[in-house]
């Protein structure tokens, strides 16, 4: 049985208050480890140790957004994965959309990325998701395909143990365009297919695919319901402790049909 995961992406919001803020009431209000989810935190770069203070002794652990794949040296204005883990996170996120589109990072790059972290022992949550157009052209497996080949390349069966898979419809983050549970269903299997041709029947049930996009408390029990959705990659809504709460009572509660 698959643990559901929540891990909240704050992106590039809070400051130094409002993060220890929601971080500290977070923690209060998921003071030990639950039974079956697992809780991450994703604040920007600034304010990582910081959180990783406030919830420190919680059931809530910490994560990244980004790295850079080189050890420690001349990168000016880059973060290795060593800095991460020294300052306690657990979790790195790789490939989001915004970084694919906006930094324009590539597959390539993501694969670097992946394999730097994996080396060095942090766990990484992919993200991969077709644009809305790729959707309407017919392409959106074709679309996971290609990202989770290139993303993954060098990744072996040890290491995919260590990846979390979240399928991030780029139409549907920010917009509040959900995916429906059908849609959301159908590219979970497709990527737990992949997993299965690229790996092995084992790597594909035991590997987590979290849905991510436009995920709030009305639907996330609907779309936790569905088998193949492990958990929830939640921006805006993690912003906020009543948004993000139910959103992880929502998984708490929701039965694998
Ligand atoms: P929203 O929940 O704000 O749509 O963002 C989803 C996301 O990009 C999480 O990584």
Same mark, same amino acid.
């Given at each position: 049985m698959r643990r559901k995961f929540v891990a909240g992406n704050w992106k590039m919001n809070t400051l130094s208050r409002s993060a220890v803020e929601l971080a500290s009431a977070l923690a209060k209000a998921v003071p030990a480890r639950l039974p079956a989810v697992d809780v991450a935190v994703c604040p920007p770069f600034p304010y990582l140790s910081a959180v990783g203070a406030a919830i420190t002794g919680s059931g809530v652990v910490l994560g990244a957004q980004n790295v850079w794949h080189e050890k420690p040296g001349a990168f000016t204005g880059e973060v290795a994965v060593e800095m991460l883990l020294d300052v306690g996170c657990r979790w790195v996120i790789l490939g989001h959309s915004e970084r694919r589109q906006v930094?324009?990072?590539?597959d390539e790059l993501i694969s670097r990325k992946v394999l730097a972290s994996l080396a060095n022992g942090l766990p990484v949550i992919l993200c991969v998701g077709e644009t809305l157009d790729q959707r309407k052209a017919g392409q959106t497996e074709s679309v996971l395909d290609g990202q989770m080949q290139g993303s993954l390349a060098g990744v072996d069966v040890q290491g995919i143990g260590q990846v979390v898979v979240a399928y991030e419809p780029v139409w549907a983050i920010g917009t509040g365009m959900t995916a429906s549970t059908e849609q959301a269903e159908s590219a979970h299997l497709h990527l737990r297919r992949w997993l299965e041709i690229r790996y092995n029947p084992g790597v594909a049930a035991a590997t987590r695919i979290l849905y991510g996009g436009s995920v709030k408390a009305q639907n996330a029990q609907s779309l936790l319901e569905q088998? @193949?959705? @492990?958990g929830a990659l939640v921006g805006g809504a993690s912003l906020k402790v009543d948004d993000f709460l139910p959103i992880i009572r929502a998984a708490e509660t929701a039965r694998k049909s």
């Amino acid at each position: 049985m698959r643990r559901k995961f929540v891990a909240g992406n704050w992106k590039m919001n809070t400051l130094s208050r409002s993060a220890v803020e929601l971080a500290s009431a977070l923690a209060k209000a998921v003071p030990a480890r639950l039974p079956a989810v697992d809780v991450a935190v994703c604040p920007p770069f600034p304010y990582l140790s910081a959180v990783g203070a406030a919830i420190t002794g919680s059931g809530v652990v910490l994560g990244a957004q980004n790295v850079w794949h080189e050890k420690p040296g001349a990168f000016t204005g880059e973060v290795a994965v060593e800095m991460l883990l020294d300052v306690g996170c657990r979790w790195v996120i790789l490939g989001h959309s915004e970084r694919r589109q906006v930094l324009k990072e590539t597959d390539e790059l993501i694969s670097r990325k992946v394999l730097a972290s994996l080396a060095n022992g942090l766990p990484v949550i992919l993200c991969v998701g077709e644009t809305l157009d790729q959707r309407k052209a017919g392409q959106t497996e074709s679309v996971l395909d290609g990202q989770m080949q290139g993303s993954l390349a060098g990744v072996d069966v040890q290491g995919i143990g260590q990846v979390v898979v979240a399928y991030e419809p780029v139409w549907a983050i920010g917009t509040g365009m959900t995916a429906s549970t059908e849609q959301a269903e159908s590219a979970h299997l497709h990527l737990r297919r992949w997993l299965e041709i690229r790996y092995n029947p084992g790597v594909a049930a035991a590997t987590r695919i979290l849905y991510g996009g436009s995920v709030k408390a009305q639907n996330a029990q609907s779309l936790l319901e569905q088998p @193949d959705v @492990d958990g929830a990659l939640v921006g805006g809504a993690s912003l906020k402790v009543d948004d993000f709460l139910p959103i992880i009572r929502a998984a708490e509660t929701a039965r694998k049909s």
